[in-house]
């Protein structure tokens, strides 16, 4: 019933027509603000998946770490018992450090980074090769796959490498030198494939041979940088680190891929909800239009009041017909605004109206990705904020002392 009543004010005429106006203007201001939420919303969804897609295939589901130093060692026995472990399904070693590679007057330093062929089944380096082929050639010849913005500093040609480059690497015995070329290591490298993922990787990382690197740093047959895994993902995940960790030891880490970029991961989060948090601001301040609706239909009705209160209707009645009124006016608006959101994303997801400008971008439109959870937050969002505006003119008409004149 009260329903009822707050749904026949909602779509009949009114006689002053101001408060239809500041009704429906309240109506197409949440209208507005609920599809920009949405929206913002996706769009922030399309580019975190992007970004972790992105990460995915850099880094590896599970890596196993020293706790102290910048090498561990791994037995021929370990690998096996990680390799015959419930839920991992692929198992990879890396030997890593920084360097300086040069190519004539050009010169920049990198993260070396010495792979096995196991990586690419624990990450998808691979498919991100833009020029070139992945090929990091031999312990005695060895290859390297550089990111593009590695490239592009030191002025190499991975199509047409004519000469080598020189890779310098630390030498063990740097501590018993003075610095300078006596403290490093050197050898040429002819550059096979560049690569690009996203500019944190392209101007930093340069994959080679797993042996080379590690004849380079005089690394020992069963010594690593780390080890890299590829869990089943329909396995549940602790239960396999918890293995993992008790096979090991407390003497190495194990960091699953948000631990490995949580930083970024809950920047990632923190943006979005302080969009929210904007967003619901402005929100309000739409909601005071309800509020000035709301306070107008109340002078208008109060004749109407008067006999709703003469028929028994008591204050907690009268103040929930204008409630729900309020709470009417959000939710049509909510609704216009979620089918309005909803149109464009799908538009976009389909035909990708919007583009990206500037050409530096692996996608040239914006991504989109729209969840039911986002919905679910705007429609409880929508619902506090209109019961929160028509609380005051709900309340005030229900205390109105009004009586019919004869």
């Known amino acids: 019933m009260k329903l009822l009543f707050a749904w026949r004010y909602f779509k009949s005429e009114k006689s002053v027509n101001a408060i239809n106006i500041i009704s429906w203007i309240s109506v197409l201001a949440i209208a507005v603000v ?84 196991a990586l690419n089944k624990v990450s998808n380096i691979r498919g991100h090769i833009m020029r070139g082929t992945y090929s990091l050639g ?13 490239e592009n500093a030191v002025g190499l040609d991975v199509e047409k490498a004519l000469s080598p480059a020189t890779l310098y690497m630390p030498s063990r015995n740097a501590a018993k030198q003075f610095g300078g070329i006596d403290g490093m290591n050197s050898f040429s490298v002819y550059p096979s494939g560049t690569f690009m993922v996203q500019e944190e990787f392209d101007n930093k990382y340069v994959f080679s041979n797993l042996g080379f690197v590690k004849y380079m740093l005089d690394m020992k047959s069963d010594e690593y940088s780390f080890c890299e895994l590829r869990l089943d993902s329909t396995q549940s995940e602790k239960k396999i680190i918890k293995t993992i960790q008790s096979l090991l030891g407390e003497k190495y880490n194990l960091q699953t891929r948000y631990q490995q970029n949580q930083n970024l991961y809950t920047a990632m989060q923190i943006e979005k909800w302080v969009i929210y948090g904007v967003t619901c601001l402005i929100l309000m301040v739409a909601a005071f239009n309800i509020i000035g609706a709301l306070t107008m239909l109340v002078l208008e009705k109060q004749k109407d009041i008067a006999v709703l209160k003469a028929l028994g209707a008591t204050e907690s009645t009268i103040q929930s017909i204008f409630l729900f009124e309020g709470i009417l006016l959000s939710l049509v608006g909510g609704a216009i605004g979620i089918t309005l959101a909803t149109v464009i994303c799908v538009l976009q997801i389909k035909f990708h109206l919007i583009s990206l ?17 986002d919905y679910l937050i705007v429609f409880v969002t929508i619902l506090v904020i209109a019961t929160l505006a028509a609380w005051v003119p709900a309340r005030k008409a229900g205390k109105e002392a009004l009586a019919l004149k004869s």
């Open 138 to 150: 031999t312990t005695e010849k060895p290859g390297i796959v550089v990111g593009v913005g590695i």
């Open 357 to 373: 400008s500037g050409g530096t971008f692996l996608i040239d439109y914006y991504p989109v990705k729209l969840l039911w959870s």
């Open 34 to 117: 609920v599809a920009a939420l949405i929206i913002v919303f996706s769009v922030f969804n399309g580019f975190e998946d992007l970004v972790k897609s992105l990460y995915a295939d850099f880094y590896a589901d599970l890596s196993i770490t020293p706790s102290l130093g910048k090498t561990m060692t791994l037995t021929q026995n370990q690998l096996n018992q990680l390799r015959n472990t419930p839920g991992v399904l692929a198992l990879s070693l890396i030997a890593e450090e920084k360097a300086v590679l040069v190519n004539g007057d050009y010169q920049s330093i990198v993260t070396v980074r010495g792979v096995d062929d």
